[in-house]
């Protein structure tokens, strides 16, 4: 029975890994299309094939991959023993995906802000604000990996 777990175990961790993978995928291109659709809107440029881009990443890839993400990531927490056993790099592991969660409620509500023909903010504030997933992905991969706490 125990090995049984474990390949389970092991199936729901490797999904939940690829589901990661292609919402940070989504997480680091869209704020770069963004930067574009900026760019385009202050030079006066066609920037329509940006609207299609950034709805179809974000409802074909990005949503349905966090809610994946999600759901295997809460059943790998239920598992038996897990949550008797919580250690800090965990907690912080999981405050940074609740903040990733909500930067893509802000890329999410951003999308709907560009329809409208402005650009909600500067091309510059969406190159800075692109490195917000990776140097989060690197703390949650060394938090998972080396667990320094």
């Known amino acids: 029975m125990r090995e049984l777990l474990l390949d389970?175990?092991?199936?729901?961790?490797?999904?939940?890994?690829?589901?990661?993978m292609f919402w940070m995928a989504g997480m680091y291109y869209l704020p770069r299309l963004f930067?574009?659709?900026?760019e385009a809107i202050e030079n006066?440029?066609?920037?329509?094939?940006?609207?299609?881009?950034?709805?179809?990443?974000?409802?074909?890839?990005?949503?349905?991959?966090?809610?994946v993400s999600w759901?295997?990531?809460?059943?790998?927490?239920a598992r038996s023993g897990f949550l008797e056993n919580l250690e800090i790099w965990f907690i912080v592991k999981?405050?940074?995906?609740?903040?990733?969660?909500?930067?893509h409620g802000f890329l999410s509500a951003t999308r709907k802000k560009f329809i409208g023909g402005q650009a909600p903010r500067s091309s510059k504030f969406y190159r800075m604000i692109n490195e917000i997933p990776p140097v989060f992905t690197v703390i949650i991969?060394?938090?998972v990996i080396v667990k320094p706490f």
């Open 94 to 103: 999981f405050l940074l995906v609740v903040m990733l969660s909500g930067y």
């Open 8 to 20: 389970y175990d092991r199936w729901i961790l490797a999904f939940h890994l690829i589901s990661v």
């Open 35 to 38: 930067v574009y659709h900026a």
């Open 71 to 77: 759901v295997l990531g809460l059943a790998l927490i």
């Open 44 to 67: 006066d440029q066609p920037y329509a094939v940006f609207e299609k881009m950034e709805h179809n990443l974000m409802r074909i890839i990005m949503n349905p991959a966090m809610i």
């Open 141 to 143: 991969v060394i938090m």
